[in-house]
Nanobody, 128 residues
Framework: QLQLVESGGGLVQPGGSLRLSCAAS????????IGWFRQAPGKEREGVSC????????VYADSVKGRFTISRDNAENTVYLQMNSLKPEDTAVYYC?????????????????????WGQGTQVTVSS
C-alpha cells in the first residue's frame, strides 16, 4: 500500500517561499498521479496542482499558476511543491494524494475523490 508523508510546511512572510515534500513508500511514485490539495479553516479542500502518471504532465489551479511548481524525483520517490511569492490566502493545511488511473484513462487532478491515498498534511502559514 502506498504511504505518503508531507513535510516542509511552516510560517513564512508574504512574498516568501517554501518547498513542500511528499515522500512515498511502498510503491514507486512514477506509476501514480500525485496531487497537492489544501484546506483552509472553514473552507473546502481545494486542488492546487498535480503531476500525472505515465507522461509527467503538470496541472495547476489558476490561483497558483506562475507561483507554484510541482516536480517529481523518481530516484528519491518524492514529489515536491515549490511555492514562491506566497500570499496570506495560501495559508492552509497542504496534503499530497496518490492515484493510479486505470489503463486508458487519466486522473481528474482537482477531484479529491479520485485519489485513494493521502498524507497527514503539513501546515503552511503566510503572515507578517
Amino acid at each position: 500500500q502506498l504511504q505518503l508523508v508531507e513535510s516542509g510546511g511552516g510560517l513564512v512572510q508574504p512574498g516568501g517561499s517554501l518547498r513542500l515534500s511528499c515522500a512515498a513508500s511502498g510503491f514507486s511514485l512514477d506509476h501514480y498521479t500525485i496531487g497537492w490539495f489544501r484546506q483552509a479553516p472553514g473552507k473546502e479542500r481545494e486542488g492546487v496542482s498535480c503531476i500525472l502518471s505515465r507522461d509527467g504532465n503538470t496541472v495547476y489551479a489558476d490561483s497558483v499558476k506562475g507561483r507554484f511548481t510541482i516536480s517529481r524525483d523518481n530516484a528519491e520517490n518524492t514529489v515536491y511543491l515549490q511555492m514562491n511569492s506566497l500570499k496570506p490566502e495560501d495559508t492552509a493545511v497542504y496534503y499530497c494524494a496518490g492515484d493510479i488511473p486505470p489503463p486508458g484513462t487519466q486522473t481528474m487532478c482537482d477531484r479529491a475523490y479520485e485519489y485513494d491515498y493521502w498524507g497527514q498534511g503539513t501546515q503552511v502559514t503566510v503572515s507578517s
